[in-house]
């Protein structure tokens, strides 16, 4: 008897090899394939100032928008944020935004996380909610970022090894077998919805 496809589907890859790119045109085909799936979630893009990469922000599905890391704030409350490498991150902002997109509901087709990793991972709930979201019934499509210099962030080890997670990393050279891959497999699991 062959095993059941996963229901996590979890996209990996060194940075800039578009993970984020592969995630939305994988729904954006889902979408176009299957008229009224119910999606929820959000996706990650820099912000740039002149050329230069000065942030990020988080997105949800239906377009809302607010910061979630920046090289450029100066205010009296970021000095208490916490950092990565230049960038000062807005843990209010992210949970604003992310949290309720994260909520398990009957009605949801399909969740999008772009990304669970270290700047994500500041929040005290962020982690708790993805697992609901893993463990629960639902189809997920998430990024994650790669172990550096060996050393795999504990969040992300914990998804990466979830038995219920088939990991696909993607390079410059099988992105697009990875993007029809994926479609695939969330594509029969919207079927058996």
């Known amino acids: 008897m062959a095993a059941a496809p996963s229901r996590c589907l979890l996209v990996t890859g060194p940075p800039g090899v578009g993970k984020t790119t592969l995630v939305m045109r994988v729904l954006e085909t889902l979408r176009s394939s299957h008229l009224h799936l119910a999606v929820r979630g959000f996706y990650t893009r820099e912000v740039r100032e002149n050329g ?3 942030g990020f922000e988080v997105v949800t599905l239906d377009g809302r928008s ?6 450029r704030i100066r205010s ?3 000095v208490r944020w ?7 991150v807005d843990v209010a902002s992210l949970e604003s935004l992310a949290l309720p997109e ?3 509901k009957e009605d949801t087709d399909l969740f999008i996380i772009d990304e669970v990793g270290k ?3 500041f929040s005290p709930a962020f982690f708790p909610a993805v697992m609901r ?3 629960s019934n639902i189809p997920v499509l998430a990024t994650i970022p790669l172990p550096r ?10 998804l990466r090894n979830h038995p219920g997670a088939d990991v696909f990393t993607l390079n410059t050279g099988n992105r697009d077998t990875m993007r029809e891959s994926i479609y695939n497999q969330l594509s029969r699991l919207m079927q058996k919805r």
Do not use: C, F, H
């Open 119 to 121: 700047m994500e991972l």
């Open 52 to 54: 230069e990469r000065v």
């Open 149 to 158: 210099y060996g050393r795999d962030i504990p969040g992300v080890a914990r």
């Open 102 to 104: 994260l909520q398990v």
């Open 82 to 88: 916490p950092t990565v490498g230049k960038y000062k």
């Open 133 to 135: 979201v893993m463990e």
């Open 76 to 78: 009296p409350e970021s």
């Open 66 to 71: 607010g910061p979630l890391a920046s090289s």
